[in-house]
């Protein structure tokens, strides 16, 4: 790579490995706290948009990982957001939960699912993301006139 090729990659790109690798656990952190958040907005209506956002958000961060470092970067960035929305699963202060799951009765089927759905489907589509040929993560260089 030259120092052409370099000027034309975004700025988290052209960082230290160290500094590349701090913001890819920030990042997966990041979307994990945002996509836990954001899971379970529409599942009371059975329309889990709320759902979709938060893997389009944890996909987009997973993809800037792999670019950026490769299978070392989504390894990194899979454990920064695993610990983050199980951590978050697991800690409730006075009986309330942030991933609500396991209800019996007779509620929407996005209501009583969305939170496993989130939990595993997280560790699931950035596993999906690993197995996906590397051209898919590269960034071409800018064409210059």
């Not at 978050?88 to 609500?100: F, K, R």
């Not at 595993?120 to 071409?140: D, E, H, K, N």
């Amino acid at each position: 790579m030259n120092v052409n090729d370099n000027e034309s990659q975004p700025w988290s790109h052209r960082q230290s490995a160290l500094v590349k690798s701090l913001i890819t656990i920030a990042a997966g952190a990041l979307a994990a706290f945002v996509g836990t958040f954001a899971h379970r907005m529409g599942a009371d209506m059975n329309i889990p948009y709320g759902l979709a956002l938060a893997f389009l958000l944890i996909i987009l961060s997973t993809w800037c990982a792999r670019a950026r470092l490769g299978t070392i970067g989504l390894a990194l960035h899979l454990i920064a957001s695993s610990m983050t929305a199980w951590g978050m699963a697991m800690t409730t202060t006075s009986g309330n939960a942030l991933i609500v799951a396991g209800f019996q009765g007779n509620m929407p089927y996005f209501t009583q699912h969305a939170g496993y759905i989130w939990l595993y489907g997280l560790v699931a589509v950035q596993v999906i993301m690993l197995m996906v040929p590397s051209r898919w993560f590269t960034i071409p260089a800018k064409r210059r006139q």
